[in-house]
């Protein structure tokens, strides 16, 4: 089961959080039927999240939301985690695949592109306005861009380590049947660290090798005393976090969706099949809208003249302002 745990050492003044994701990665890609480079990026991005909110979040109302995109095939990929154990996320191109680098490992920075940006959003629902912050990214293959974005952002002198490795099998085969381990491990130097612990904690992280191997062999508790070996660690986690790859969608976010199309879409749709198919890029899961429920987007709304996209809907939270411009360009006029 993917879980979590945390822990302290050298005197509370590193802090290490660790997660096996392997299950919940396995799921992910399932659902984006993910080729093994795109799905390596989704699942070190997915553990990515999942660690950063317990760096970056107090509420376990809050979220943290992960942008990775460098202009690579990959097209960028995003996921959401919160403290209480939930994930989501995707690729925009799940089924990019690439050749293996010349080290034979799979070309994740290749897929992710290098010229762009790593940006981190904190949601504080119910209250507040979204936080966000972004650095550029350092080399595109997830981790260490995790860590220069705390080192820039946060001012925190981090060790990552993420992975997702897969079973030897032809590349053709669904990599979601081949997931073999998958886990992340952030280590941070908190004020009043020595010199003399963060020398060696470097020399541990530098032996250690692939997290993914140490995953194979042992089990998550051991990785993390194996990272901090001679520093005195200390686990505070009195039972593992579950943690799960879990969407917020549902038929009343789908009838929303429906929403933006014209009403004239909708009756097309309708006559045509009855109602429309809605899937959820977070999950891939789809649901059918049909005709009766469509009938209930009634109520005032106001398009845009140009190329009919919505901007205000009755009974419903303002989408865009005045003054603020459409995607195609038109000043935005509510009160006309």
């Known amino acids: 089961m993917a879980h979590l745990l945390r822990g302290m050492a050298a005197g509370g003044t590193l802090r290490v959080i660790a997660a ?14 993910a080729a093994m ?10 553990t990515a999240s999942l660690l950063l909110s317990h760096v970056l979040l107090k509420d376990h109302r809050d979220r943290v939301t992960v942008k990775i995109d460098g202009g690579g095939p990959l097209g960028g990929v995003i996921a959401d985690a919160g403290l209480d154990g939930t994930v989501r996320g995707y690729a925009r191109q799940p089924r990019v695949e690439l050749p293996p680098r010349s080290d034979g490992k799979l070309d994740v920075g290749g897929a992710v592109g290098r010229d762009g940006h790593i940006e981190v959003i904190r949601s504080h629902a119910p209250y507040g306005d979204p936080y966000a912050s972004s650095v550029e990214l350092a080399s595109g293959e ?4 995790v860590a220069t974005f705390l080192a820039r952002s946060e001012q925190i002198a981090s ?3 993420l992975g ?12 979601a049947t081949r997931v073999r381990r998958a886990g992340g491990i952030i280590l941070q130097a908190l004020p009043g660290a020595e010199e003399a612990a963060l020398t060696l904690l470097e020399a541990n992280v530098r032996a250690f090798g692939q997290l993914t191997d140490a995953l194979a062999r042992q089990d998550l508790l051991q990785v993390m005393e194996t990272l901090t070996w001679g520093l005195d660690f200390e ?8 943690l799960a790859f879990h969407c917020r969608c549902s038929d009343e976010k789908a009838l929303a969706a429906v929403a933006y199309l014209t009403p004239g879409e909708r009756a097309e749709m309708v006559a045509q099949d009855g109602g429309a198919e809605v899937v959820c890029h977070w999950c891939g899961e789809a649901r059918f809208v049909d005709g009766e429920a469509m009938a209930t987007l009634s109520g005032h709304e106001v398009r845009c ?8 809907r009755e009974g419903v939270t303002t989408m865009v302002r005045d003054e603020e411009r459409c995607a195609c360009g038109r000043k935005v006029a509510l009160t006309a």
């Open 164 to 175: 997702v490795s897969y079973d030897d099998a032809e590349r053709a085969d669904a990599a």
């Open 305 to 312: 003249p140009d190329c009919g996209a919505l901007w205000y």
């Open 142 to 145: 997830i981790a260490e861009d």
């Open 20 to 33: 096996d994701t392997t299950d919940l990665v396995a799921e992910a890609l399932g659902r984006h039927d």
């Open 37 to 46: 480079t795109a799905g390596a990026a989704l699942g070190r991005t997915l």
């Open 159 to 161: 060790a990552v380590l």
């Open 235 to 242: 686990l505070l986690t009195q039972q593992p976090l579950p």
